[in-house]
T-cell receptor, first 112, second 112 residues
Framework: GDSVTQMEGPVTLSEEAFLTINCTYT??????LFWYVQYPGEGLQLLLK?????DKGSNKGFEATYRKETTSFHLEKGSVQVSDSAVYFC???????????FGGGTRVLVKP | NAGVTQTPKFQVLKTGQSMTLQCAQD?????MYWYRQDPGMGLRLIYY???????DKGEVPNGYNVSRLNKREFSLRLESAAPSQTSVYFC???????????FGPGTRLTVL
């Protein structure tokens, strides 16, 4: 079945450092891909998405590119802030279905 | 708009007790979802309702029942709680199955 694999955390960074969170998926065909973010004590929020190969999703300084050749959707941010401390989830969904398949989440802690 | 609201925020049960988790959305969304979040496993879909009057099983439905009371409300019931149901439960809603899902703040449930 479909699955999403994320790098395990926690990832601890200093403010203004470069952040990369790896995400790879296993699925037949080409699903839509998402990054969700969960701030402490809150529910998940959609951060960005890409619906077809080579699409780049971007939001709040974060970017991720849908790479079908490597079945990956890595999340990057060039200069993180303390406010980026959160848990980040990679997820996929088929166009013909309403089920999101999530990775295990990566906790990011940014220190001042 | 309050978005997606959930009650209660925290709950402790003894094995065998029953309870209902409440979820409501004020965005006029057709689809609603219940997920559970366990450490390292991301979110897993328990049940969903694609539209008012319909419900379907997700990935981990055993031990749960749901009711789509009306377009706004979607409740999750544990008839006989078990320690394996200790988790954080999230409700989500979306305009339809193609669109972004909006999540509530979650209910942290502990079953002793």
């Amino acid at each position: 079945g479909d699955s999403v694999t994320q790098m395990e955390g926690p990832v601890t960074l200093s403010e203004e450092a470069f952040l990369t969170i790896n995400c790879t998926y296993t699925a037949t065909g080409y699903p839509s891909l998402f990054w969700y973010v969960q701030y402490p004590g809150e529910g998940l929020q959609l951060l960005l998405k890409a619906t077809k190969a080579d699409d780049k999703g971007s939001n709040k300084g974060f970017e991720a590119t849908y790479r079908k050749e490597t079945t990956s959707f890595h999340l990057e941010k060039g200069s993180v802030q303390v406010s980026d401390s959160a848990v980040y989830f990679c997820a996929l969904r088929w166009a013909a279905g309403n089920k999101l398949t999530f990775g295990g989440g990566t906790r990011v802690l940014v220190k001042p | 708009n309050a978005g997606v609201t959930q009650t209660p925020k925290f709950q402790v049960l003894k094995t065998g007790q029953s309870m209902t988790l409440q979820c409501a959305q004020d965005m006029n969304h057709n689809s609603m979802y219940w997920y559970r979040q366990d450490p390292g496993m991301g979110l897993r879909l328990i049940y969903y309702s694609a539209s008012e009057g319909t419900t379907d099983k997700g990935e981990v439905p055993n031990g749960y029942n749901v009711s789509r009371l009306n377009k706004r409300e979607f409740s999750l019931r544990l008839e006989s709680a078990a320690p394996s149901q200790t988790s954080v439960y999230f409700c989500a809603s979306g305009r339809d199955w193609e669109n972004e899902q909006f999540f509530g703040p979650g209910t942290r449930l502990t079953v002793l």
